[in-house]
């Protein structure tokens, strides 16, 4: 795995194909292996790129709360140490927060954009609460007491009672995860600004994707905002909670695939 240094932290990623750039941004608490099942899918017919953000699989930290802002720099400087200009950029979950706050900083690199699994809203107060609790629970129980709590929510109930497998993977990229890294992320999730206002100037082409069982970020909700969006796609994966793209790759892939290479 590649790495390059930012404000002298070495940031990691994972790259494989060649074409088009498409760059794809994991979610909280995983790291870029979330991704691989997009990266077998997609490399003969594009550049995939899915860095880990700050703490999270190879990636070093330097102690900073992990906000979104923080994360589309990084971002920004791969992409330059990697001579790309645009990309087809998706993100799912917190890698959907980081698109955002990327898109607002650096519209002009963005060819099309996938958000998967996500919201433009900030956090309500509640929360915020919650991010803090969950920043407290890695740096008082670690990792291991981070997914207990993190799993029934990020799994929807199809891999839950019938994905062992699933559920030992997902547990395990969770563990493996720094405590530090936890926090810093939650407080930077908290700390977000709300993105709806830009939704209805968003130029490039949009994929809105929701798995059917997803309890953080539902269909309904998505297809709410989405609808702010000019020309926004939306697709609702059957048989998928808040991990889609892991849960039922074949059906996300396919979305994407329509989506992608018909925004080229």
């Excluded at 920004?76 to 799912?92: C, K, P, Q, S």
């Excluded at 000019?230 to 808040?242: E, F, L, M, N, R």
């Amino acid at each position: 795995m590649p790495v390059y240094f930012q404000d002298g932290i070495p940031l990691a990623w994972e790259e494989s194909g060649q074409g088009v750039p498409l760059v794809l941004l994991h979610p909280f608490p995983l790291n870029s292996s979330f991704w691989s099942f997009q990266h077998d899918a997609f490399s003969e017919r594009a550049r995939v790129i899915s860095p880990d953000f700050r703490g999270f699989g190879r990636s070093g930290q330097d102690g900073r709360i992990s906000s979104m802002e923080l994360l589309a720099d990084d971002l920004a400087a791969m992409l330059e140490h990697l001579g790309i200009g645009r990309a087809l950029l998706g993100g799912l979950s917190m890698g959907g927060y980081v698109a955002l706050a990327f898109l607002r900083k650096y519209p002009q690199q963005v060819q099309a954009l996938l958000l998967a699994d996500t919201r433009p809203q900030s956090d309500t107060t509640e929360g915020r609460q919650a991010r803090e609790e969950m920043a407290l629970l890695a740096a008082e129980k670690g990792s291991a007491a981070v997914a207990a709590v993190m799993l029934p929510r990020l799994l929807g109930k199809t891999a839950l009672e019938g994905r062992p497998d699933l559920a030992t993977r997902v547990r395990g990229v969770i563990e493996s995860t720094s405590p530090a890294a936890v926090a810093a992320a939650s407080r930077g999730m908290a700390c977000r600004p709300d993105s709806t206002g830009m939704l209805a100037s968003i130029g490039c082409p949009v994929l809105v994707v929701t798995g059917e069982e997803d309890i953080l970020t539902t269909p309904q909700a998505a297809a709410e905002w989405a609808a702010r969006i000019p020309g926004a796609q939306t697709v609702t994966i059957a048989s998928a909670g808040h991990l889609s793209a892991l849960e039922q790759p074949e059906a996300f892939n396919q979305a994407m695939r329509a989506f992608l290479f018909r925004s080229r």
